[in-house]
């Protein structure tokens, strides 16, 4: 019964992205008890809103984990079956409407813009890694001709090092 609610919800909607406080329009793909596979069409190849939609679904109570897919607009809800039984996810479903998912990519976007504005810039610890991997990958070199000094993780930990200082600088 409680698919084919959702069904026929999603049949009697239009399939046009939903704005100004439409509710989204959702048809379940697979249900199993404690896991519910959900398409909502107008969020196919919506980034910012499925991730949103993401957000707010992993906020409520007893939903252990959202994964979603933007490429199809999928959305697969684990949840304690105990805590949030069908009728409850049901109903936080039903109440999910665009307004909501701009409102919180709207706060996401803020967030993003201050972690930028007070992020340390990538390149200030390039000199750091640089160094580092140069210093391991000598000490490295002298331990292929010394016993006691273990040549291979100081090369690996050389190579991680490098490889810190490349992606900084990028």
């Not at 984990?65 to 049901?90: F, M, Q, W």
Request: hydrophobic share 40%; aromatic share 10%; glycine share 8%.
């Amino acid at each position: 019964m409680w698919e084919q609610r959702c069904f026929l919800r999603f049949r009697a909607g239009s399939m046009a992205p939903a704005r100004n406080g439409k509710k989204l329009y959702y048809r379940i793909k697979h249900a199993l008890p404690g896991r519910k596979r959900l398409v909502f069409p107008a969020l196919i190849s919506d980034r910012k809103l499925i991730h949103a939609l993401e957000l707010y679904l992993s906020d409520r109570q007893g939903i252990t984990r959202v994964v979603t897919n933007h490429y199809n607009g999928s959305v697969t809800v684990y949840h304690h079956p105990e805590i949030v039984g069908d009728r409850k996810l049901l109903n936080v479903l039903d109440h999910v409407t665009n307004e909501h998912l701009l409102r919180i990519d709207h706060r996401i976007s803020k967030t993003e813009e201050a972690r930028s504005r007070n992020e340390v810039p990538s390149g200030s610890h390039k000199g750091c890694w640089k160094v580092a991997g140069k210093v391991l990958g000598g000490i490295g070199f002298v331990g292929v001709f010394v016993p006691l000094i273990p040549a291979f993780p100081l090369f690996f930990l050389a190579a991680f090092c490098k490889e810190k200082a490349d992606v900084g600088s990028n």
